[in-house]
Nanobody, 126 residues
């Protein structure tokens, strides 16, 4: 069974940090581009950051550039999202998703992603 499982969410104060993990089971991430997406209440799902499979090229939403870092550890079948300088408007459910690298265009968009995790909640509040 192909699964993606997110972990690492929680409550953090503004200015704090969290690291999210996305672990795959049932398939190897080597061949997949991975994206982190988020959805806040009443808002559409948006792309936060994506990383390609072979080259490891990354892209970020403007709102998180300089604060978030995506990385992957293929040996552990895992992708991370390091989030620093968190702000209240980062509050959302964060999802990881995978798309076969053959189909990845370099655009970090939620449509077309083939596999999704169930999400982990990140709340930034004092």
């Amino acid at each position: 069974q192909l699964q993606l499982v997110e972990s690492g969410g929680g409550l953090v104060q503004p200015g704090g940090s969290l690291t999210l993990s996305c672990t795959a089971s049932g398939f190897t991430l080597d061949y997949y581009a991975i994206g982190w997406f988020r959805q806040a209440p009443g808002k559409e799902r948006e792309g936060v950051s994506c990383i390609s499979n072979w080259s490891g090229s990354t892209n970020y939403a403007d709102s998180v550039k300089g604060r978030f870092t995506i990385s992957r550890d293929n040996a552990k079948n895992r992708v991370y999202l390091q989030m620093n300088s968190l702000r209240p408007d980062d509050t959302a459910v964060y999802y990881c998703a995978a798309i076969d690298g053959t189909y990845y265009t370099g655009d970090c968009v939620h449509y077309g992603m083939q596999y999704w995790g169930k999400g982990t909640m990140v709340t930034v509040s004092s």
